[in-house]
């Protein structure tokens, strides 16, 4: 069992970036992939990346080139790097991890102003 606690959201204008982390405490160490997703107002929540153990990243078409995300598996954390910021990224960003067993924290809003 894990808990993961996300900081970094914010407000940033278009164009701008971002950094999300995530720290995950509890069993860190049966974590086999980390990612984040986003919910947009009135919108499903949606993958935006995901990271497997051995550091194999996978992204959303819509954040491909623009977003990064890394994972430190001694610490237990993953980060997201948002980059070129569009307003279309406005959304509460959700960190994930799954060891099995699905863990979601509680969501960090990143709002982009046009």
């Known amino acids: 069992q894990v808990q993961l606690v996300e900081s970094g959201g914010g407000l940033v204008q278009a164009g701008g970036s971002l950094r999300l982390s995530c720290a995950a405490s509890?069993?860190?160490?049966?974590?086999?992939?980390m990612g984040w997703y986003r919910q947009a107002p009135g919108k499903q929540r949606e993958l935006v990346a995901t990271?497997?153990?051995?550091?194999?990243?996978n992204y959303a078409d819509s954040v491909k080139g623009r977003f990064t995300i890394s994972r430190d598996n001694a610490r237990g954390t993953v980060y997201l790097q948002m980059n070129t910021l569009k307003a279309e990224d406005t959304a509460v960003y959700y960190c994930?991890?799954?060891?099995?067993?699905?863990?979601w924290g509680q969501g960090t809003q990143v709002t982009v102003s046009s």
């Open positions: 990271i497997t153990r051995g550091g194999s990243a």
């Open positions: 509890g069993s860190i160490f049966s974590i086999n992939v």
């Open positions: 994930h991890a799954r060891l099995p067993g699905v863990y």
